[in-house]
């Protein structure tokens, strides 16, 4: 696939601070003076249409029985938020294993598996519970979740007779598969946390100054995110500043923020279990030429990326019309990752946004577009949208601006 011709225009203009609040394309907010008002309607999620199409899985697989023990997965699958918990799915019955802390809790969360509390471990008594039903012969298991320590226990407790045969690796991880694929409540409640976020950047923009550590920089964030109505962040807030900006992971330390330099802001926010994650770099003075000129690079790239996200689209494609870009520009050497991944109830989820990926997009997957460039001892420059696939292309779900910022 060719990728779609760049967004942005050769000589992106400058938006000052001042522009910055008539130029997003989101209500703006002021976390300590307006309360966080859910714009997505608190409807449960519809858990037995997400085990219905576990099922219709594990039938084109002929696998009987299925134990879930990931917790992203069981809470995908029953809507369980619980920290200690297994699922077993056959092609007739759901049930949910926790212990005694949650029997409120998941009497309140689970609507599509009866929930059983035991006293021994969860995953034991789900591996015992599928063991004895009728016509359940084998059950799979995800090898990628399960260590061998794990399946060694799980085997002990089962009848000798079963102990060779009963648990079987599944050659495709199935729910992954599923959750994969946002259905449109999902898709509702990521589009808000990540207006969330966009409100958040707002914000720190009015905030953010030399002198001030980057530490006080990421707390301010945290805070107004919690008044914002998050449930957490979605990882570590990375501050990264002047030099460190060239650390693509430099999460806030005590350095001051410089007089003149670039400031990358990545962070995401929890809302109702779902993560949102975006990066903007701003720069704090006036850029000079290379600067500017590796601005909007980065910023081509990315909206060349963006661009080329839509269905049967590949994940490699995706990154090639963002590392393309940036070959031609001569700093291929310094984009040292990945163009993105995707997002939902983990921070990092599949598919991978990157070079030899042959997964094919499809509508409902989010994925993030994130290119970067870093030249260590001087400076670097990232900027992340979070973007869902749609029938017909794609939506950018975090439209805080991305034209270089100076303050």
Not at 260 to 287: A, E, N, Q, W
Request: glycine share 8%.
């Amino acid at each position: 696939m060719q990728a779609k011709r760049s967004l942005c225009s050769e000589r992106q203009p400058v938006i000052s601070s001042s522009q910055l609040f008539n130029a997003a394309r989101y209500p703006p907010a002021s976390a300590l003076e307006v309360p966080f008002i859910s714009v997505v309607k608190l409807t449960p999620m519809d858990h037995f249409r997400r085990i219905g199409a576990l099922r219709r899985k594990l039938a084109r697989a002929r696998l009987p029985g299925l134990l879930v023990t990931f917790l992203p997965d069981v809470r995908y699958l029953s809507g369980f938020t619980g920290s200690s918990a297994a699922l077993a799915v056959t092609r007739r019955a759901a049930r949910l294993f926790t212990d005694s802390r949650y029997t409120t809790q998941a009497g309140q969360e689970v609507d599509a598996a009866q929930v059983q509390i035991v006293a021994s471990s969860p995953a034991v008594a789900a591996v015992q519970w599928l063991a004895a039903q009728p016509g359940v012969s084998r059950s799979g298991f995800d090898p990628a979740r399960t260590t061998v320590a794990d399946l060694a226990r799980w085997k002990k407790e089962l009848p000798g007779r079963l102990r060779r045969s009963f648990l079987e690796a599944v050659p495709a991880p199935y729910v992954e598969q599923l959750r994969m694929v946002k259905d449109d409540d999902e898709l509702a409640l990521m589009a808000e946390a990540a207006l969330v976020g966009c409100r958040l950047f707002d914000g720190m923009l009015k905030f953010m100054r030399p002198g001030i550590a980057e530490i006080a920089v990421a707390a301010e964030l945290e805070h107004q995110a919690r008044m914002l109505g998050a449930e957490g962040m979605s990882f570590e807030t990375i501050v990264a500043s002047g030099a460190r900006s060239a650390m693509p992971h430099g999460r806030a330390t005590a350095a001051l923020l410089p007089r003149r330099g670039f400031v990358t802001l990545d962070f995401g926010i929890i809302l109702r279990g779902y993560c949102s994650d975006m990066t903007r770099t701003v720069f704090l003075g006036k850029p000079g030429p290379e600067e500017r000129k590796a601005y909007q690079a980065v910023l081509e790239a990315q909206e060349n990326a963006v661009g080329a996200v839509a269905p049967g689209a590949s994940c490699a494609e995706v990154d090639e019309a963002a590392r393309s870009v940036l070959r031609r520009e001569g700093l291929g050497e310094a984009f040292s990752h990945s163009t993105g991944h995707g997002v939902g109830l983990e921070i990092h989820e599949p598919p991978r946004v990157g070079v030899g990926q042959t997964t094919r997009l499809v509508p409902g997957m989010v994925v993030t577009i994130e290119p970067g460039v870093y030249l260590a001892g001087r400076f670097g420059i990232r900027i992340e949208d979070m973007v869902a696939v749609t029938e017909s292309g794609s939506q950018v779900l975090t439209p805080a601006p991305k034209a270089l910022i100076e303050l």
